[in-house]
């Protein structure tokens, strides 16, 4: 059984330009969720994905964007970046178990 | 909006010592969870307290969730350097299964333990 996998560990981007992240879910797991983690920082729910639709969204603006596949992975769209969109991203997934989700390693992303 | 605060954000400490990190807030939520994060990687569930008033214990790890299900703590008793890394407190905002999904993290507390 493979754990939550995140792609691509790091990137950098100019503002104003678009990214998408990847994330694969734990096998079986049907729900992921989305933060965002500043430096310094506990993670901040963007918003989460249980069979492909959308469910329940953080305080974040329409830019951010996400997709969840048939095969439960996950994409992570942000567009028009700003320096503040400089952070860890992290995913987690969800299957049977009520309380536990399992987050992946994060992508460390850079806005210059 | 839901908050949660945690104190202290840092706690540098000699190895055999005991800690407490609190974790408050003026909300109610319906579960808090515990995680700790090392660096590189993402933060790993440590445990889940649902009832008001609820003890758990994991090893050296004490966890307890307030009555008014508005705080929790985390006693760590004779601290090794391997327990080192960022602690964070969770709460989930309301009873449903989704909820777990959607969590409102403290800003975490950075404890390291010296040898």
């Known amino acids: 059984e493979t754990g939550v996998t995140q792609s691509p560990t790091h990137l950098i981007k100019t503002r104003g330009q678009q990214v998408t992240l990847r994330c694969s879910s734990q096998s079986g797991h049907n729900t992921v969720s989305w933060y965002q983690q500043a430096l310094g920082q506990g993670p901040q729910f963007i918003f989460q994905y249980y069979r492909e639709e959308e469910n329940g969204r953080g305080n974040f603006p329409p830019r951010f964007s996400g997709l969840q596949f048939p095969n439960y992975s996950s994409e992570l769209n942000v567009n028009a970046l700003e320096l503040d969109d400089s952070a860890l991203y992290l995913c987690?997934?969800?299957?049977?178990?009520?309380?536990?989700?399992?987050f992946g390693p994060g992508t460390r992303l850079t806005v210059t | 909006t839901q908050l949660l605060e945690q104190s202290p954000q840092f706690l540098s400490i000699q190895e055999g010592e005991n800690l407490t990190v609190y974790c408050n807030s003026s909300?109610?939520?319906?579960?808090l969870q515990w995680y700790r994060q090392e660096p590189g990687e993402g933060p790993v569930l440590l445990v889940t307290v649902v009832t008001g008033g609820e003890v758990k214990k994991l090893k050296r790890l004490t966890f307890q969730f307030g009555d008014a299900r508005k705080d929790s703590s985390l006693h760590i008793t004779a601290a090794q350097p391997g327990d080192t890394g960022l602690y964070l407190c969770a709460g989930a905002p309301d009873a449903g299964g989704t909820s777990y999904g959607k969590l409102t993290f403290g800003q975490g507390t950075i404890l390291t333990v010296h040898p």
């Open positions: 987690a997934s969800r299957g049977g178990s009520y309380y536990e989700q399992y």
């Open positions: 909300s109610v939520f319906s579960s």
